[in-house]
Nanobody
Framework: QVQLVESGGGLVQAGGSLRLSCAASGRTFSSYTMGWFRQAPGKEREFVVA????????RYADSVKGRFTISKDNAKNTVYLEMNSLKPEDTAVYYC?????????????????WGLGTQVTVSS
């Protein structure tokens, strides 16, 4: 089992930046895909980005490509999401997720481990 804890959310103005962190624990992650999802009020949970833990495979949602960057620190068992050029439509609760069953999946249903989320609010 994998436990995930997100941090780094907050309130920023449009055009600003935030860096989210996802600390993982419970087991090794060499075979895992790590992902970020977000959910805004009244909307379905949306895929943001996924990365393979052991390799360099990446997949970004079109809505964030070029603005968001995912990275990881193996020694700290932590995944990061650098968010730049933030827009009001990026406002959502951001969730870290993990799966060992599907590689670079964009479907939330394929991720079995989830953090509790961190709120990101972007003002106009």
């Amino acid at each position: 089992q994998v436990q995930l804890v997100e941090s780094g959310g907050g309130l920023v103005q449009a055009g600003g930046s935030l860096r989210l962190s996802c600390a993982a624990s419970g087991r090794t992650f060499s075979s895992y895909t790590m992902g970020w999802f977000r959910q805004a009020p009244g909307k379905e949970r949306e895929f943001v980005v996924a990365i393979s833990w052991s390799g360099g495979g990446l997949r970004y949602a079109d809505s964030v490509k070029g603005r968001f960057t995912i990275s990881k620190d193996n020694a700290k068992n932590t995944v990061y999401l650098e968010m730049n050029s933030l827009k009001p439509e990026d406002t959502a609760v951001y969730y870290c997720a993990a799966t060992s069953r599907v590689a670079l999946s964009t479907n939330a249903a394929n991720f079995g481990s989830w953090g509790l989320g961190t709120q990101v609010t972007v003002s106009s």
